[in-house]
Each structure stands twice: as C-alpha cells, then as structure tokens.
C-alpha cells in the first residue's frame, strides 16, 4: 500500500469533496477516487500532525452515503475540516 500525505482538503457544506498536497503530482483528488483507493487497498491517506503522528483517514458509512473522516480514536474531531482548502 502505498501512503499519500494530505496538507489541504477541499469542503462543501461540511463534507470533504477533495484530498490535496500540492507538493504532489496527485493534487487534488476527488473523493470519490479517495473513497475507491482506500477500499481496494491501493492507496493510504493520512494527515501528520505536528509531533510527527499520522492520523490516518478513513472511509465511514452513514445513512447519507459514504465520507472521508480522520480516525475518531486518535482525536475527536475530523482533523480534514481545519485544513486549509485546496
């Protein structure tokens, strides 16, 4: 699996629609290609904080469909949402 750093996240109404790092040839990608990566295992996502802790991020499923979330065992809220836009 390969690991992809996030610096910058793209949102919409309270929902991540893009992942981003410009330092990379990648930037942006759309959710929907982040969703499909992270669940057939090719990609991983992850937000480093800043003793050096990444944070990995996941693919959570609600009633309204899926959405990318950081882990909510390693902190309390999606640490997506405070990054700066891309």
Same mark, same amino acid.
């Given at each position: 699996m !390969? $690991?992809?750093?996030? @610096?910058r996240s793209r949102?919409?109404?309270?929902?991540i629609t893009?992942?981003?790092n410009p330092f990379e040839y990648?930037?942006? $990608? @759309?959710k929907k290609d982040v969703i499909d990566e992270i669940?057939?295992?090719l990609y991983n996502y992850f937000v480093e904080l800043e003793?050096?802790?990444?944070?990995? @991020? $996941?693919v959570v499923i609600d009633k309204n469909g899926k959405y990318l979330s950081t882990d909510?065992? @390693?902190?309390?809220?999606? !640490?997506?949402l405070t990054l700066p836009d891309c």
């Open positions: !390969i $690991k992809r750093r996030v @610096i949102k919409e109404n309270g929902d893009a992942l981003g990648w930037n942006p $990608k @759309i669940e057939t295992g003793n050096n802790t990444e944070i990995e @991020i $996941k909510p065992d @390693i902190t309390t809220q999606n !640490i997506l």
